[in-house]
């Protein structure tokens, strides 16, 4: 049986979704709920992982900005991003955190691919990327790459919470009140950015059917 699947309508509260999200992963780690997915959208906001450093929030007035338990640094969530709240049993599936991290880069690089969109992982940046072979090369003359996709997650007792959050089409100047996960040399996208009309509830329908190829 797979994990129970939950589409918030509307714009979430963080504090209040978070709160929830914690205390549907304590209930899955003392057996008392199964996993879970979330599908949320937020009001536009920043929140700082664990390893955020204060000079990359650049605009610190522009949005409400959140301290938040995941992993990574600055990220932003707004309006027309997906938001995918992913609160799985790791310690059933291998305990092993790496491999864990991977699959959810390989679960959205797979949702992409349904779009016919390439995402990329790349090493020592956590996230999935697209190579922008329609805008010119970055002054190294090499293509230009964005990221899509941001990753960050937490494990308490061996469940995850926290997640990924993919663009689908958010104001992308949102992202100029941060540097979004302390990466300066590259810039972000979105679906309807790289000119793909999908709409929330087509990745809805793409992440469904690709979660099962990844995780099994």
Known sequence: ??????????????SETCAEMEARA????????????WLVEHPPLYTAGTSADPADLTDPDRFPVFPTLRGGQYTYHGPGQR????????GARGRD????????????????AEFNATGERRAGRVGVWVVRADLPPGPSGQPREDKIAAIGVRLRRWVSFHGLAI?????????????PCGIREHG?????????????ADLD??????FDRVFG
């Open 1 to 14: 049986m797979g994990p129970e699947w939950r589409v918030f309508e509307g714009f979430s509260d963080y």
């Open 26 to 37: 304590e209930a899955i780690a003392a057996g008392r709920a199964g996993e879970a997915i």
């Open 83 to 90: 938001v995918v709240y992913a609160m799985l049993d790791v």
């Open 97 to 112: 955190v790496r491999r864990f991290v991977g699959q959810l880069e390989d679960w959205v690089i797979a949702t992409l």
């Open 167 to 179: 663009n689908v089409e958010p104001d992308l100047s949102h992202y100029d009140g941060i540097v």
């Open 188 to 200: 972000v996208t979105s679906l309807v950015d790289l000119g793909l009309p999908v709409t929330m």
């Open 205 to 210: 329908v793409a992440l469904r059917r690709t």
